[in-house]
């Protein structure tokens, strides 16, 4: 198509390439400020066990608190950063920010897990488990095995052994991990097999639609089953509503996290959520009556 349109269309589109490129640095630039300038924060959101009513844990979750547009979420900055070094220093930073926080709470008698997106490119960086040591060991307040790494499959895909290595050395110094946004990607099983992460964790893709399609139906069903065989503890996201909640405990997962339990809250919210959850939890109730 384009060779039809002869040679100043291909003029054309390198002062476009050339715009982008410009526009891309840029924005990069920008992030880079924001970062400096501490406009990034970190919103948590619970985990609990749906059955017995405990809360298990967060998962911290980046934001972007922007003097003129607002609270910005990460589709909105960070796959600009992903092909970027500056993936590393945000990774970083969210890191010592979750660790600082961890360590407020551990003083007001809150020793919860929380868990870590890490990407792709930030984990494969040859300083990654120095780093990792050397964040955790600025703060010696915090054990090491409340800190959980959470993982995507495009970021194994890209070396297995490597992964595995890096992955085990974490674990020698207590972090552990999840496999997030599990059974999106192609090689699903392959990687779960292979790779020694404690914990998988259900897209919230296959969760929004249970209710009404059987076939991911099928697949979470199939998550469940893998989880017991390789032996790993299981949590669902995007859990909205108690029929979710309920479906996914008939079947066999009893840990959630989701907009019906709990959204993405400052780190202040946090201890008053988990005090006021254990009482008020009222599923599991709900699910011996319906069940009948
Ligand atoms: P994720 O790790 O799979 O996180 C879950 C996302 O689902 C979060 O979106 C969360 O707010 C959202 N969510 C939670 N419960 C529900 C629900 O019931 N329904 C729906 N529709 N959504 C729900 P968020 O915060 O916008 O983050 C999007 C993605 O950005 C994350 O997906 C993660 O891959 C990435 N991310 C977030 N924070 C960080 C970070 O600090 N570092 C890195 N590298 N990636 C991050
Ligand atoms: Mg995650
Ligand atoms: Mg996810
Ligand atoms: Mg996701």
Excluded at 29 to 34: N, T, Y
Excluded at 73 to 94: K, N
Excluded at 185 to 200: H, M, N
Aim: glycine letters at 8%; charged letters at 25%.
């Amino acid at each position: 198509q384009a060779k039809q349109l002869g040679r100043n269309r291909y003029h054309l589109y390198d002062l476009d390439a050339a715009k982008d490129l410009q526009t891309r640095h840029r924005e990069l630039e920008r992030i880079r400020q924001a970062l400096q300038h501490g406009e990034f924060r970190l919103h948590y959101q619970p985990k609990v066990n749906m059955r017995s009513g405990r809360v298990i844990g967060l998962e911290a979750l980046i934001r972007w608190q922007h003097p003129e547009q607002g609270l910005l979420s990460p589709a909105a900055f960070l796959p600009q950063t992903e092909h970027s070094p500056l993936i590393v220093d945000i990774g970083e930073w969210v890191l010592h920010e979750v660790l600082a926080q961890m360590a407020v709470w551990a003083l007001e008698g809150y020793e919860l897990p929380v868990s870590v997106n890490i990407a792709a490119r930030h984990f494969h960086h040859i300083d990654f488990v120095q780093r990792l040591q050397e964040i955790l060991s600025e703060h010696p307040e915090v054990s090491p095995h409340l800190l959980e790494l959470e993982i995507l499959e495009s970021a194994a895909l890209e070396d297995v052994l490597v992964m595995r290595e890096v992955m085990a050395a974490c674990q020698g110094i207590g972090v552990s991990f999840a496999l997030d946004d599990f059974g999106t990607g192609y090689s699903s099983l392959t990687y779960l097999k292979q790779l020694p992460a404690e914990t998988i964790k259900i897209d919230k893709s296959f969760v929004h639609d249970m209710l009404d399609d059987q076939e991911d139906l099928a697949i979470i069903e199939g998550v469940i089953g893998l989880a017991g065989v390789f032996r790993k503890e299981l949590i669902a996201e995007g859990v909205e509503t108690a029929e979710h909640g309920l479906m996914l405990m008939r079947y066999g997962c009893d840990c959630a996290q989701g907009y019906g339990i709990g959204r993405p809250m400052p780190p202040e919210a946090v201890a008053e959520w988990v005090r006021g959850f254990e009482p008020d939890w009222k599923w599991p109730l709900w699910a011996e009556n319906s069940w009948h």
